[in-house]
């Protein structure tokens, strides 16, 4: 990894930065072009690698707005295996491999609130901590210790509003290391007070660090959101960029930070700016003032297939239903630019890299978070790049 500037903290130089960047109608760059080659994406060694990588780096599975409270529960199906994340009686977020000690079948289903899942097969029973508490019919299990039963739990920890997962029991897990110069950043947005408002989830043709990547730059924007609120609302192929270890921040300025010019203080970075963090490996997290949207990203089976879940919580609380409504159109929107417009796009990019002869991609200097992206995955993936 190249040595890359330290990172700025969350405060009123970042406006500044972006509008001088408005101003000299430019954008942070990185030093040089980057050239990718086709099998940083299509490899089958290199896919495996990712996979293994994926089982035992943290993942943010789901906002704790999610599970606000004791009893709630989710169950997520994640790069093929089924988890089921539970807020116990005392507070605490659990999860646990959603797979029966008995024979296998799925204790938990969906999400909501109970203290009981029961196993639809011969209905054994857990509780919300994931212990076994009833099995009909006991006596064919006389000599077994239930205490030995109960649902397999996986490493969590709830940090900064995220409830993270390690996809292998027994494997160790400390987000603050995880997180790195990233952690007192994340801290800074109090995500756990947050409102969960709503997601939703679908499959696309295209690898899963490609679909990173149009996360990781506003050079599209007037090309494929030229019509939708991203592209009216940015100003494109302008962006601050900060690495944080192997996570970064980009900062997208919006039209009227040019209100601020000639200003001693140009204000907070969310009232003229949008901020996207990419937290390594899977999630970006967009925050604008009113709230965030969660992009979730992750190979469904083949290098060229990835599943996309995209979640919206909101920064107040809404008290009423036109508050709540005008957060529902908001995602309606943000949403569609992402299904309709990226994800229009992106299955395009896939199909290059199941049938194209050219041996590489091309990533450009003003695209920077990208070559973060590229370069982050080359070193946690143990290849060299050109
Ligand atoms: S498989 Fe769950 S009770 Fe039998
Ligand atoms: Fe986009």
Redesign the pocket.
């Known amino acids: 990894m190249p040595v890359l500037p330290k990172a700025r903290p969350l405060d009123r130089e970042l406006a500044r930065r972006a509008l001088e960047l408005v101003e000299a109608g430019t954008t942070e760059m990185a030093e040089s072009v980057l050239r990718v080659p086709l099998d940083y994406y299509n490899d089958p060694a290199r896919f495996a690698r990712e996979q293994s990588l994926l089982a035992t780096t943290p993942l943010a599975l789901a906002p704790s707005c999610r599970l606000p409270s004791p009893h709630d529960y989710l169950v997520r199906d994640v790069l093929g295996t089924s988890v089921v994340m539970s807020r116990d009686g005392d507070g605490k977020v659990r999860a646990f491999l959603n797979y029966?000690r008995?024979?296998?079948?799925r204790?938990a289903d969906g999400c909501g609130n109970t203290r009981r899942f029961t196993?639809p097969?011969?209905?054994?029973t857990y509780d919300s901590a994931g212990r076994l508490v009833g099995m009909p019919g006991a006596e064919g299990f006389a000599e077994v210790d239930r205490g030995d039963y109960g649902l397999v739990q996986l490493p969590c920890e709830e940090r900064h509003g995220m409830v993270w997962v390690v996809l292998t029991a027994g494997a160790p897990i400390d987000i603050s290391a995880h997180l790195g110069p990233l952690d007192d950043e994340l801290a800074q947005w109090d995500f756990g007070s947050y409102e969960y408002l709503t997601e939703r989830e679908f499959e696309s043709d295209v690898n899963w660090k490609a679909a990173l990547e149009a996360f990781a730059e506003s050079y599209h924007f007037p090309y494929v959101h030229g019509n939708s609120l991203i592209g009216q609302n940015t100003i494109a192929n302008t962006a601050v960029f900060d690495p944080f270890g192997k996570h970064y921040r980009l900062g997208f300025a919006c039209p009227w930070i040019v209100n601020a010019r000639g200003k001693p203080d140009p204000g907070p970075p969310l009232d003229s700016m949008a901020l996207i963090y990419w937290i390594f490996p899977n999630l970006v997290l967009a925050v604008s003032a009113v709230g965030a949207e969660l992009i979730d990203l992750l190979p469904a089976g083949s290098p060229t297939r990835c599943t996309v879940r995209h979640g919206w919580m909101a920064r107040e609380p809404s008290t009423d239903d036109a508050t709540r409504a005008g957060y529902q159109a908001l995602y309606e929107a943000v949403h569609a630019a992402v299904r309709d417009e990226d994800f229009a796009m992106l299955p395009t990019c896939g199909d290059a890299i199941r049938h194209a002869q050219h041996d590489h991609m091309l990533i450009g200097r003003n695209e920077i978070a990208v070559q973060h992206v590229v370069r982050t995955f080359a070193d946690a993936l143990g290849f060299a790049l050109p």
């Open positions: 029966c008995h024979r296998g079948a204790p196993c097969y011969h209905a054994w």
